[in-house]
T-cell receptor, first 118, second 113 residues
Framework: NAGVMQNPRHLVRRRGQEARLRCSPM?????VYWYRQLPEEGLKFMVYLQKENIIDESGMPKERFSAEFPKEGPSILRIQQVVRGDSAAYFCASSPGLAGAGRTDTQYFGPGTRLTVL | DQQVKQNSPSLSVQEGRISILNCDYTNSMFDYFLWYKKYPAEGPTFLIS?????DKNEDGRFTVFLNKSAKHLSLHIVPSQPGDSAVYFCAASADDNTGKLIFGQGTTLQVKP
């Protein structure tokens, strides 16, 4: 009965490198959300995905950031050409889907990936 | 534009007493509210939620109250325990088929033995 899994837990990259963050949702969950937490701030929504579909990416920076949730395998958040301002904790959450009348169910979070850009 | 606000960055309470954490929101489209608890270096853990059709929801030591007219909700923890010491986040979502959560900045609760 594993929860949401994220790896790696810690990731160090130099400026200009690529960062790939992985998220495996809870068993039976088909909805994945990515959030970012900067130091001393709350979590900020980035993107909402279902299998093979991006539903809402209104919180994603327009450049360098992308996300996918393939039919098989984990969801991936990819950051190209990282800059120091990308240093943050990135959290993935999953939910089973719609609880009725368009209401999305409670989201359960993974432990996060802490990205440090040198 | 901070749509969900937790105006108290920190709260200190004696063990056994009541902890009251507050949250205000501005978006009248929000209709589902959640509280999460977060320890350092861990992900947020879901605590309790409330739909806008209710004004109170209780789960053990945790009770959430919702005042829609004031756009205010609060989390009551009674009795408080040292293990409750953590950062508490209030979150809200609108019924817009996205389910994305809008978080407050968090309140750090310290429960002293």
């Amino acid at each position: 009965n594993a929860g949401v899994m994220q790896n790696p837990r810690h990731l160090v990259r130099r400026r200009g490198q690529e960062a790939r963050l992985r998220c495996s949702p809870m068993k039976g969950h088909s909805h994945v959300y990515w959030y970012r937490q900067l130091p001393e701030e709350g979590l900020k929504f980035m993107v909402y995905l279902q299998k093979e579909n991006i539903i809402d990416e209104s919180g994603m920076p327009k450049e360098r950031f992308s996300a996918e949730f393939p039919k098989e395998g984990p969801s991936i958040l990819r950051i190209q050409q990282v800059v120091r301002g990308d240093s943050a904790a990135y959290f993935c959450a999953s939910s089973p889907g719609l609880a009725g009348a368009g209401r999305t169910d409670t989201q359960y979070f993974g432990p996060g990936t802490r990205l440090t850009v040198l | 534009d901070q749509q969900v606000k937790q105006n108290s960055p920190s709260l200190s309470v004696q063990e056994g007493r009541i902890s009251i954490l507050n949250c205000d929101y501005t978006n009248s489209m929000f209709d589902y509210f959640l509280w999460y608890k977060k320890y350092p270096a861990e992900g947020p853990t879901f605590l309790i939620s409330i739909s806008s059709i209710k004004d109170k929801n209780e789960d053990g030591r945790f009770t959430v109250f919702l005042n829609k007219s004031a756009k205010h909700l609060s989390l009551h923890i009674v009795p408080s325990q040292p293990g409750d010491s953590a950062v508490y986040f209030c979150a809200a979502s609108a019924d817009d088929n996205t389910g994305k959560l809008i978080f407050g900045q968090g309140t750090t609760l310290q429960v002293k033995p």
